[in-house]
Every structure is written in C-alpha cells, then in structure tokens.
C-alpha cells in the first residue's frame, strides 16, 4: 500500500514539474513574440522616420534650385553677381542641408533603443 502512494505521489509531482516546464516555456515564447512585435514596430518607426527625412530633403533640394533659378537672368545672378552676401547665404543653405540628416538621425537615434541600429 505505501508503495502504491508513493508511486502516485512521483506521478503528481512528475505532472507538476511537467505542467510547470510547459508554463515556463509558454511564458519565454510570449516574451519572445512581444519583444520581435516590438522589434518590428520600431523598425517601421524608423523607417517612416527616414521617408520623413527624405521627403524633408527633397524638399528643400527642390526649394534651393527653385530659388536658385529664379535668381537668375540670363545665364547671369539678378545682382549682377557682385554681393558677396548672397554667396554666404548659399554656403549656409548648403551646411544647413547636409546637417539637417545627421542631426534629425541623431535625435530619432537618441530615442530608439540601440538594437534598432545593430547594436
């Protein structure tokens, strides 16, 4: 008889343990599913970002060469080409543009977690 008990007790706590395992296991694989549904959405997030980014520069790509024709009279600049001025509103346009994508990245970067980026 007390063979018998112990022989359902080993079965209980071998049903225990195994229900115990297939928990555990269920609880790594929502882990798993939740963070590569995280994964994904902030990859989709970055994504978006960058088409924002591109549009942004397009934009202003097609702004500098409207501005930069309308500018121009026949071949020649409307001033005549004499203000030095307008020559350093060009070089600042053309810094202001290349800056613009490292700083936007940086800042989408700074609030992303850095395994978005490899890392």
């Known amino acids: 008889m007390q063979a018998k008990r112990k022989e359902i ?3 209980q706590e071998k049903k225990l343990a195994q229900q115990k395992k297939e928990e555990e296991e269920r609880l790594r694989k929502e882990e798993a599913d ?3 549904k995280e994964a994904e959405e902030k990859r989709k997030r970055l994504e ?8 942004m520069m397009q934009a202003q790509k097609e702004k500098q060469q409207a ?4 500018a ?6 409307a001033d005549g080409g004499v203000s030095s001025e307008s020559n350093q509103h060009s070089v600042v346009a053309k810094f202001t543009v290349s800056a613009v994508p490292k700083i936007y ?6 609030f992303l977690p850095e395994e978005t980026f490899g890392g």
């Open 9 to 11: 007790r080993a079965e």
């Open 34 to 36: 939740k963070k590569a």
């Open 48 to 55: 978006e970002a960058e088409k924002k980014r591109q549009a």
């Open 67 to 70: 501005s930069g024709q309308s």
């Open 72 to 77: 121009r009279v026949g071949g020649k600049k």
């Open 105 to 110: 990245s940086e800042r989408v970067q700074k």
